[in-house]
């Protein structure tokens, strides 16, 4: 058994597992879910509101914080936990991501990517060097490899060349890791779109490696749902049972549980912050909740129908504000684009977020799930 992560329970009814992560800045239970927090923040929370809602880790990203305001700034401040006054666990994206969300404006090559920055137009080389080294300075938790996300759809040959790319990068990932003599963990990543072939051959040689857990990419860029949980359902079970297994981007609530049954234990997504933004609401239809049947709704807040609803915004919350205020209140604020909307969306989407996984947590517990 891995000294940093204990499987707890194993559920009788699916794969889905419950287990404890060991970091240096505390202790995660899974399965876990992560709020995004892409440059030092969680939009329009502060870090005080993330404990309240009783988050366990963040994910910060290494290439907009190297852009903004710069590893050597945050590392002048102490580390990136210092910096932003989180003391609980952080997870970083090596930068991996921007490879396919970027794809204007950068080049790849075998050394790394070069970026042109959206800020001032600066040229940015990031390699597998490069990209473990700052998430070092960071003083990450979990320090991501670099990796080749590609589209969906694209070629076989495609596919298999970012494959490649990808085992190379990590083998170099790997190679400069352990010369820092670093207690943060280390994740490699598995790519290979929807061939099973390559998928297979990605989680082959990243699993060799040996790294302290291992995470699955590229399953969160458009792909249709049936083939995501196909990918899920060969690739996940083969994936060492004493690590931890991170689908990285995912997803929509049903889409955790889904890859929760099929035995993954990580996720982030911007989906609950980014609704938020736009007036989307995620509200528990019932407080006893049956995941064998709708449990949840989406609500747009800026409805007319929400006009003379006075009922609380979540009457179910520990966060006192959604408790007081009303929904005919929020829509209000949202109309006059008062901020204070954004903020009151987003700790009812996120507190949603993280409380699906305490309930999830506890019916793996029961055998439930």
């Not at 075998?110 to 060097?129: A, M």
Request: aromatic fraction near 10%; charge should be positive; hydrophobic fraction near 40%.
């Amino acid at each position: 058994m891995s000294r940093y992560f204990r499987l707890l329970k194993k559920s009788k009814r699916s794969s889905a597992r419950r287990g404890i992560l060991y970091l240096k800045h505390g202790v995660v239970k899974t399965p876990l879910f992560m709020p995004i927090a892409t440059l030092g923040v969680v939009k329009t929370l502060s870090f005080d509101d993330l404990k309240l809602l009783d988050a366990q880790m963040i994910l910060a990203n290494t290439y907009h914080l190297m852009i903004r305001p710069g590893i050597n700034l945050i590392e002048k401040a102490g580390d990136l936990s210092k910096f932003i006054h989180w003391d609980r666990p952080i997870l970083t994206d090596s930068g991996g991501f921007q490879v396919f969300s970027l794809a204007k404006i950068r080049k790849i090559s075998n050394q790394g990517v070069r970026f042109s920055s959206v800020i001032d137009g600066k040229t940015y080389l990031l390699t597998p060097e490069k990209a473990i080294k700052n998430q070092d300075k960071l003083n990450s938790d979990i320090i991501m490899v670099l990796d080749e996300c590609v589209k969906f759809p694209s070629s076989y040959q495609k596919v298999k060349e970012a494959v490649e790319r990808t085992t190379r990068w990590a083998k170099r990932c790997l190679k400069v890791f352990q010369s820092l003599n670093s207690s943060s963990l280390l994740f490699g990543i598995i790519q290979g779109g929807l061939y099973k072939s390559l998928r297979e051959k990605s989680r082959e040689e990243i699993v060799r490696l040996n790294f302290d857990g291992y995470a699955i990419g590229g399953l969160a860029v458009g792909e249709p749902e049936k083939e995501r949980k196909k990918v899920l359902d060969y690739l996940v079970k083969e994936l060492p049972e004493d690590k931890p297994r991170y689908l990285m981007g995912l997803g929509k609530p049903e889409q955790i549980l889904q890859a929760i049954r099929q035995g993954v234990d990580m996720f982030d997504c911007v989906i609950p912050t980014r609704e938020a933004r736009h007036g989307r609401l995620y509200q528990f239809i019932s407080n006893k909740i049956n995941f064998n049947k709708d449990f949840y709704q989406t609500i747009n807040i800026q409805n007319e129908k929400y006009k003379k609803d006075f009922s609380p915004i979540n009457p179910f919350s520990k966060i006192e504000i959604l408790k007081k205020y009303s929904k005919a209140y929020l829509r209000h604020l949202f109309l006059i684009k008062e901020p204070l909307s954004l903020r009151l969306a987003t700790l009812n989407n996120l507190e949603f977020y993280l409380d699906l996984m305490k309930i999830i947590r506890k019916m793996i517990n029961k055998d439930k799930l």
